[in-house]
């Protein structure tokens, strides 16, 4: 998918995950930074998949940075996983560099998450060692909740290319299976026909993470004791939502309600706004 579709896609899934965090913050008295350390990770970590794409990626245009960070880490990524494949060239399959290639497999977004989730933290180890602001020991939990944002991000993104016809390779370098569904990623210019479900899926997954958001609060709320299950009921709702969409994105796109210009997308969208408008209206009359 395209970088701004990842990033809709990835925070609007992850909104219920981040409003539990806020709320173990008040609850468990964690440091208040993490409010702001796993919210960000999981947005860079949409995106540093990427990072073996042969073009210029989103990535690259607005997380420079770590795009450039991402780089050795690729890197040493395919240069340890292709000298397993020669030791042991019977059990694995051979790998290369390519764009879905091993940062798009579980075994290389692990491993990039811990490197990128250490480079951080040596980063902030260094600030605070001339800081008096927060205590040494406060890395350790950058380090956690670096790692598992940009994890959580990172496979989310995998999730998200596998509904596109180009797939991904789970499993590298153990098989070269592919998942994939069919949709296509275009850029949104001009009056060509486009794929409009990477758009639905924003708007789905917002809807469905409102109300996951609204049930932890009111658990937290009214039933404290089980605030931790309130997790696994989120977990359970967004994850049924996204077997959903998958499917929908299994869906042939030529001749379907999916396949709009930009110019049908907006009309639509804008005459749904304003039925949702008129029946809010009516119900506080």
């Not at 997954?205 to 937290?220: A, D, K, P, Q, R």
Request: hydrophobic share 45%; net charge positive; proline share 4%.
């Amino acid at each position: 998918m395209l970088g701004k579709d990842h990033l809709k896609i990835t925070f609007v899934f992850s909104v219920p995950f981040i409003v539990y965090l806020l709320l173990c913050i008040l609850f468990y008295e964690f440091p208040i930074y993490i409010a702001a350390v796993f919210p960000v990770c999981i947005i860079i970590g949409s995106l540093t998949p990427d990072a073996d794409c042969g073009g210029k990626s989103e990535l690259y245009y607005k997380h420079q940075g770590v795009y450039l960070l991402m780089k050795p880490i690729h890197w040493f990524i395919l240069l340890l996983t292709q000298k397993l494949v020669k030791k042991y060239p019977n059990q694995f399959d051979p790998v290369k560099e390519e764009h879905r290639g091993m940062l798009h497999s579980l075994i290389g977004v692990f491993l990039s998450s811990f490197l990128l989730s250490i480079s951080f933290s040596i980063f902030a180890l260094i600030l605070l060692y001339f800081s008096e602001i927060f205590p040494l020991s406060n890395v350790f939990y950058i380090f956690i909740f670096g790692f598992i944002g940009l994890l959580f991000g990172q496979i989310l993104h995998l999730a998200e290319d596998s509904c596109t016809k180009s797939g991904i390779k789970w499993f590298l370098p153990f098989s070269k299976k592919l998942i994939k569904g069919n949709i296509s990623t275009k850029s949104e210019k001009g009056s060509e026909r486009i794929d409009r479900r990477p758009r639905y899926f924003a708007q789905f997954l917002g809807t469905t993470g409102t109300v996951s958001s609204c049930l932890i609060i009111l658990i937290w709320t009214f039933e404290p004791e089980y605030f931790l299950y309130s997790l696994g009921i989120a977990l359970f709702i967004q994850c049924s939502a996204f077997i959903h969409l998958y499917l929908i994105s299994k869906e042939k796109l030529e001749g379907s309600k999916w396949h709009q210009t930009l110019k049908e997308i907006k009309a639509e969208e804008k005459e749904k706004a304003k039925r949702r408008q008129k029946e809010m209206d009516n119900f506080f009359k």
